[in-house]
């Protein structure tokens, strides 16, 4: 299981034998079920997860409604880095929508990964640099794309995921009623 993120830190930075066991020795296995909360909003996050099975959605309520912006599947890493950088409470839930099973990382063994491992803060660095970035992508989507092209981008952002996921919480995160993402999908020829 941790060989998992071992191959996903590896793909950004070079490990040698000895780090990989202390990878091991710092990421804590955590299983969960459909619908608990990774992260509540009001509470601060304390933790990265690595998802080795299941899924996450990230969202927002605004006035009662949730706002699906994100979603998270086997091989990512899960985390409200505006909360665990600055250590204070989480605006935004999530939450599994799958059972699964997570590699942990507190926030303390992530300074420690940052100190013992060569590479370590250049990781950081960069997962930094591709979170910075995609969050750019997705607020100028907000404002540039119709709803076709915001849903074109879903299939790409989560290739072969749109069975998995509930076609209301895809709606949400395209921005549309469940009806208009329905007329979308036909007028596409998408099933």
């Known amino acids: 299981m941790h060989d998992l993120v071992i191959a996903a830190i590896g793909r950004l930075i070079e490990l ?8 091991k020795t710092i990421f804590k296995e955590k299983s969960v079920k459909k619908e608990e909360f990774f992260l509540r909003e009001g509470v601060v996050c304390r933790e990265v997860g690595f998802i080795i099975k299941g899924m996450v959605r990230y969202y927002i309520n605004k006035g009662g409604e949730e706002k699906i912006y994100g979603f998270g599947k086997e091989g ?13 409470p989480s605006s935004k839930n999530i939450q599994y929508i799958e059972d699964g ?7 303390d063994n992530l300074q420690l ?14 997962i930094g640099e591709y ?6 992508r997705q607020i100028t989507s907000l404002y540039t794309d119709s709803a ?19 076609q209301y919480f895809i709606s949400s ?14 007028r596409l020829s998408i099933n």
């Open 173 to 186: 995160f395209v921005g549309v009623k469940p009806q208009s993402l329905s007329r979308i999908r036909k």
């Open 101 to 107: 099973v997570l590699l942990m990382l507190s926030y």
């Open 148 to 166: 076709e092209e915001r849903y074109l981008n879903f299939l790409q952002l989560y290739p072969g995921l749109q069975q998995r996921i509930p």
């Open 16 to 23: 040698n034998e000895e780090e990989k066991i202390f990878i």
């Open 131 to 136: 979170l910075f970035v995609e969050a750019l």
């Open 76 to 88: 990512d890493f899960v985390c409200n880095n505006e909360s665990f950088l600055s250590r204070q």
């Open 113 to 126: 990964f940052y100190k013992k491992v060569r590479g370590g803060e250049r990781f950081g660095r960069l």
